[in-house]
């Protein structure tokens, strides 16, 4: 339906932006329909031509004259011709479309053109046809599937839960199991897995390659741990096989865990990530396959859908070709860095910095006076001070965005953190500091290797001005053979310890003291 501001209602298009001039092609290919002429190739140019963004006004007023020549071709005798006609009557969106596209929903008999009618409805207002496309959608959930309907049933059912969405609120589910004991594993850096395993108190540990699964855990205990990057519930599936993957899930304790964890009526929505050795290709028509299968085998109690869902099943591939499943909730609140308002392309991640005041808590002096000369939005800082506490903290950096997000952060955070907007080769400071803690800048677009390592030659002779005797820097670099050679020529510079972080720089934190320590 064209408005009084040109836009066409249920498709967003705004005709006052297409230029008027006419368009010659789509008036020969409509006047070719209505001389039923290549009608097919005709219907498929035009709804070319709407999806590049042209022909939608020119479309209209031709309809609006001869609405026949569009509407008639719903009851065509080739399938693909009615098929490719509902795509484009609904991308008018007019009252008219709709009843029409609605009629001839009803009436379809070919399988591979039903799914065709509610996405052109997307285009139109449906809201007096809800009933009905409920019916049809539980019709579908309750259908026997074959070999030769499960796919077209599969591209009707998304279809239709796409339509149905722009209509239907989503009842949102309230996690609610923090005490409930739970299978999880903890996802952590591969080489300090030990960092977040002496940290549980409840629960039997099993190291892993990704991190450590925790057997009844509690997920309110679990989620105060600072050093581990993701939270995954595990599901009683064993080993799934890669062609019976959703009939392994549907049968596993997938909707029992979910119910057990949560409050809430409705499906639940989802996504699925695949790990595999599969092309981005394959793994896309894999987990397409998979998402709607599973939402027939559950009965539409779980959804897919590519945004606003509430859980994504996570499919690790195995050595033999099977998939070990596992479930990450977003309905399970994670606060450990809800201070994180903001971020810029080279914030560390706070669990890696969280990490790294763990492995080198042993150094870390409480009430210290500690500085960041390259602090970014605040992290190192923030989780220093969560780690052990300091009495002062000074952040530098000569990007301006980025100190006033680490403002923002630092407020979040309830701490206090003096913020310098400047380069930290022109800081001063009234009294020396105990601690430097940073993440080193690394090579870039707007850093050669040469620009870095001159960096790296000024950053050590502005610490030894900035630090007490027997003052720590705790510096993570992507480019540690700069450190070393700059430690060559600073003598008061010792390395207390190393601990590799691998990566394609193969970067490394490193604990050093300046001068003597102070008793």
């Not at 064993?238 to 596993?252: F, Q, T, V, Y």
């Not at 499943?325 to 994180?340: A, C, I, M, N, W």
């Amino acid at each position: 339906m064209i408005t009084g501001s040109g836009i066409c209602a249920g498709t967003g298009w705004n005709f006052n932006d297409i230029q008027r001039s006419g368009n010659t092609d789509l008036r020969k290919q409509f006047e070719c329909i209505g001389k039923n002429e290549d009608v097919r190739r005709n219907l498929i140019s035009i709804k070319a031509e709407l999806r590049s963004g042209q022909g939608l006004e020119e479309l209209q007023e031709l309809f609006d004259r001869d609405p026949e020549v569009l509407l008639s071709m719903l009851n065509h005798e080739d399938a693909k011709v009615r098929k490719n006609a509902a795509l484009v009557l609904g991308s008018l969106g007019t009252p008219v479309c709709r009843d029409a596209l609605w009629e001839a929903y009803g009436a379809e008999t070919q399988r591979f053109v039903l799914s065709a009618y509610p996405e052109a409805l997307k285009g139109c207002d449906c809201r007096e046809l809800l009933d009905g496309l409920r019916e049809r959608k539980q019709e579908l959930l309750a259908e026997e599937e074959t070999l030769e309907t499960g796919k077209h049933r599969q591209e009707e059912l998304r279809a239709l839960n796409a339509l149905l969405a722009q209509y239907e609120k989503q009842k949102r589910h309230r996690f609610t199991g923090f005490s409930r004991p739970s299978d999880v594993v903890l996802i952590t850096h591969r080489d300090y897995r030990e960092i977040t395993l002496r940290q549980i108190t409840e629960g039997q540990c099993v190291l892993l390659k990704a991190g450590v699964k925790v057997l009844g855990g509690s997920p309110e205990s679990l989620m105060k741990l600072r050093t581990f990057r993701e939270l995954l519930f595990c599901l009683d599936a064993g080993e799934l096989l890669k062609e019976r993957a959703a009939e392994g899930l549907a049968a596993s304790d997938l909707l029992p865990l979910l119910d057990a964890l949560h409050e809430g009526e409705g499906p639940f929505y989802f996504r699925i990530e695949c790990k595999s050795r599969m092309t981005l290709e394959q793994r896309s028509a894999f987990t397409k396959k998979l998402a709607a299968r599973l939402e027939v085998l559950t009965g539409g109690r779980l959804i897919n859908s590519v945004s606003d869902y509430e859980l994504e099943l996570r499919l690790v591939e195995t050595k033999t070709g099977g998939f070990y499943p596992l479930v990450k909730l977003y309905t399970l609140p994670d606060r450990r860095f809800s201070y994180r308002k903001n971020s810029v392309a080279a914030s560390i991640r706070p669990d890696q910095a969280a990490l790294f005041m763990e492995l080198a808590g042993e150094y870390l002096k409480e009430n210290a006076r500690v500085l960041d000369p390259f602090c970014g939005v605040g992290t190192m800082l923030i989780e220093r001070n969560y780690r052990v506490h300091a009495d002062t903290l000074y952040g530098v950096d000569i990007y301006e965005p980025a100190i006033a997000g680490a403002r923002e952060n630092t407020e979040t955070a309830r701490m206090t953190v003096h913020y310098v907007h400047r380069d930290f080769r022109d800081f001063t400071h009234m009294y020396p500091f105990d601690e430097i803690v940073t993440n080193f800048p690394a090579k870039g677009k707007s850093r050669n290797g040469q620009e870095l390592e001159f960096l790296y030659e000024k950053f050590f002779d502005r610490a030894e001005k900035l630090l007490c005797p027997g003052g720590l820097v705790l510096l993570y670099s992507h480019d540690p053979v700069f450190v070393r050679r700059r430690l060559k020529e600073h003598k008061a510079m010792r390395i207390l310890k190393e601990w590799p972080m691998g990566g394609k720089e193969e970067s490394l934190l490193f604990a050093i003291r300046y001068g003597t320590e102070r008793i």
